[in-house]
């Protein structure tokens, strides 16, 4: 009876820890942080940043960031944000939020001047299970000067691909892929890398990461994708042909810093 009640506690134990390990898993964390953004016609990928650091009196405003493109075609006023919230059981399921991204045609988010990069403010609904990042764990200059992110290195890229979500409740699809361009420096000339991994219509806007000393480091947001174009013409017909290259074009995390200053700053 002893031994039976102790491996019950043991079993009960390592179900606990595994529970805890996996709740502080940094990519998960990655996950939890990552939406989908849609009107009718267009779809993009986006994710959220805490404004502890910069406003700690509203726990429920956020940062939204993704593509600038991605907020510019979405048509009207208005679009759609697909979140999730947490039933009983740990079982998850969507929550779509109409969030308002133009006041009377006037964008309300923020663009890099030069970069393809956009943030606004919204405030989540208190049944949003979402986990922001921290701007903290957003990389800049000097992660990119001292090379802790360095070409080689591996990254992560959770999306929506065409679309595509993982799962009835909305969460975002897991890509692996890894930095293909050097140098990064000087990273004011140099405002984007290339990411080896095969982006689709609706990855723009994902957040890149690493992982650096099992701690999650977001070095990039997805812009778009390089091709390789091929036109045909034929006696009575002409063809125009795009062949993925596999290759996606990311823009550096300090531009995302840069654009959140100037949101802040407004």
Known sequence: MTVRITQKLIVLFLILVNRESL????VEELLQATFRI?????SGTCFLISTKE???TNPRRVILATAAHVMEQMAGNSCELFLREENEGHVYSRLPMTITVRNEGKPLWTRHPDVDIATIFIDLPEKAAAKPISIEQIANEAHVVEKTVRVGRDTWIPCYPAKLEANEAGWPVLRKGSIASHPLTPVKSTKTMLIDYRA??????APVAMLVNDRLLVVGIVLGMHRQTDRSTLPFEERTMHTPLGLSIVGQAAFLRETIDLMVDK
Do not use: K, L, V, Y
Request: overall charge negative; glycine content about 16%.
């Open 23 to 26: 709740a502080d898993d940094p």
């Open 38 to 42: 849609a009107d009718r016609e267009h």
């Open 200 to 205: 689709f219509g609706g990855d723009s806007g």
């Open 54 to 56: 910069i406003d700690a």
